[in-house]
């Protein structure tokens, strides 16, 4: 038997193993078999990473901005000339489809060019002679280094909405990628180095919760940015901040569509399908739950099943439209929603289970599912079932609809199918989530627009990228400046006031 590659961290710009031997398995889930072993870092190799984070930091910070965007833009060059490599890494471990993974990257893509502007976008202000010989002005400094924890699901675009918004503004990073698929980080850290960056300055560490505590402790941290589930999003928030530090922590997501009876259903057909079945249904923006104002739900789910029925299963690599899921136990969970949704009354009108595939018959397949007439009180509904299962709630009103939408404990994003600018315009005001679509299934912002949901989607008020991601990444120092001229003031104890 051949020995499988082992995925190491990445520390001072270059492959490190670390002090800790344990490992995790990596899945290529198109095959259903273990490809890779990642190594899971102890507290000791996080201290590690964050020492040469640290180390690097006085330099890194004290670098001119004409060089450090010197780099970022070789950077940009390097990855827009290089994404066919890192979409095959994304397609082998997380299983997203090529076109997908080049979505991805495209998306990340974008946050770099952003942070190419980072010179102009963290300009501090200044006012002249606020009292007579007195200049006062404000600078955006980087904070030192900087955690970033991400989930598996984006394993290029979610490190990229922070690395390089961090790190152009002066930052030094240690990134803890998921486990699940942790190469494409590697990637782009040895890409980084060979942009210029200096060693250092981004470091990657893989690991599970092991390594994130150790994160969220060390004294050296200053800021968390995390990604990732509900419940680890809460604990991350509050850990981090318990010690101390800035903190940032997306979390899960149930985003709804609202299809107003006016709406073109065949639109609205074709963004469900999109979006509900995309990345096999594993981003945070999918859509799960249509809600059909009556009377239109009889033809809008005909018309979803009949575009379900020409979707192709199979390999990424192959040209499919929809790859596997990215682990088994993941994939039964999500299959195990098929059964409890009959038990709850649901009408299963397209069951995934056992569909052919263009692929591996060991592969983590689950077919597009959809459920209609689907239960508000039950967990199909309310879970984030995160995978290729859509469901149908029939609605009498567009106040039923929003009020449902309003009552869901997430609120990361959601969507208004219609003709009617007047609803839409009433749904945008009175909706209660972080990103609307108004005929748009999935409104991720452009990266100069801040990401980041409402509610149980998002602890903390930070938001990321944008200029949400430059305030974060950079504290403002305020100063008030007298230089000498001949007119001293004299003593005088009492408040400083302008004169
Ligand atoms: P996850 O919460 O299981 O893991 C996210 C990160 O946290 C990983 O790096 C993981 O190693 C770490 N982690 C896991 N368990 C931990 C624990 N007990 N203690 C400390 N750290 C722990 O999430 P996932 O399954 O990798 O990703 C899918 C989830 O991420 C979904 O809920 C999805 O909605 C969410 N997500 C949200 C957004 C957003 O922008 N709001 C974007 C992408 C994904």
Redesign the pocket.
């Known amino acids: 038997m051949t020995e499988l590659p082992v995925i190491t961290h990445w520390i001072d710009g270059a492959p490190a193993r670390g002090a800790s031997t344990r490992t995790a398995p990596v899945f290529n889930p198109a095959l259903g078999a273990v490809a890779k072993n990642v190594l899971l870092a102890g507290t000791g190799d996080v201290a590690t990473a964050v020492a040469s984070a640290q180390a690097a930091y006085p330099l890194w910070r004290d670098t001119s901005q004409a060089k450090r965007q010197g780099i970022m833009f070789n950077f940009r060059e390097l990855l827009n000339a290089r994404k066919g490599e890192l979409a095959d890494i994304l397609t082998a471990e997380h299983g997203k489809v090529t076109s997908d993974a080049l979505g991805e990257i495209a998306r990340g893509l974008e946050v770099v060019e952003f942070a190419l502007g980072m010179p102009h976008l963290s300009k501090g202000e200044y006012s002249e002679n606020v009292s007579t010989g007195v200049d006062v002005y404000t600078l955006r400094q980087p904070l030192g280094v900087v955690g970033i ?6 394993p290029a675009m ?1 490190p990229l909405w922070f690395f390089p918004i961090a790190i152009a503004a002066g930052n030094t990073v240690v990134l ?5 698929d942790p190469s494409a980080s590697n990637w782009m850290a040895a890409l980084m180095t060979e942009a210029g960056l200096p060693d250092g300055v981004l470091n990657v560490v893989h ?3 092991e390594a ?2 150790a994160l969220l402790v060390h004294p050296d941290v200053q800021a968390i940015s ?5 419940p ?2 809460k ?2 928030y509050e850990t981090a901040a318990h010690h101390g530090k800035r903190v940032q922590a ?4 149930k985003n709804h569509m609202l299809v107003l009876p006016d709406a073109d259903l065949d639109l609205a057909a074709d963004a469900a399908v999109n979006a509900g079945f995309g990345s096999a249904g594993e ?2 923006m999918a859509i799960s739950v249509v809600v059909a104002v009556e009377p239109v739900a009889d033809e809008l789910v005909a018309k979803i099943t009949e575009r379900l029925k020409g979707l192709k299963v199979g390999d990424g690599m192959r040209g499919c439209d929809m790859g596997p899921l990215i682990t088994k136990v993941h994939r039964d969970k999500v299959a195990s929603y098929i059964d409890l949704a009959q038990t709850d009354g649901a009408e299963v009108v397209v069951d995934g289970r056992g569909i052919e595939v263009d692929g591996d018959a060991s592969g983590f397949w689950l077919g597009p599912t959809l459920f209609d007439k689907v239960s508000t009180e039950s967990d199909v509904y309310l879970d ?1 079932i ?1 995978g290729p299962v859509l469901s149908v709630v029939r609605v009498a009103s567009y106040t039923e609809g929003l009020d449902l939408i309003n009552r869901s404990r997430y609120g ?1 994003g959601t969507a208004i199918f219609t003709n009617d600018g007047g609803a839409a315009r009433r749904f945008q005001n009175e909706v209660q989530v972080g990103m609307v679509g108004i005929n748009v299934p999935i409104p991720v912002p452009v990266a100069y627009h801040a ?3 409402w509610k149980d ?2 602890f903390g008020d930070a938001k ?1 990228y944008g200029p949400a991601g430059i305030a974060f990444y950079t504290r403002e120092k305020a100063i008030t400046s007298r230089w000498l001229d001949p007119s001293h003031g004299g003593i005088n104890l009492g408040f400083p006031q302008n004169a």
């Open positions: 924890i991400s989930p598996f699901n984006f979610v803890k990628p998921s486990e699940k690991g599970d919760k994130v505590d995390f990604v990732g589930s509900t680890i999003a604990y991350i997306l979390g899960g997501a981003r945070c984030e995160f990361n990401f980041g949901g989607s998002l990321a």
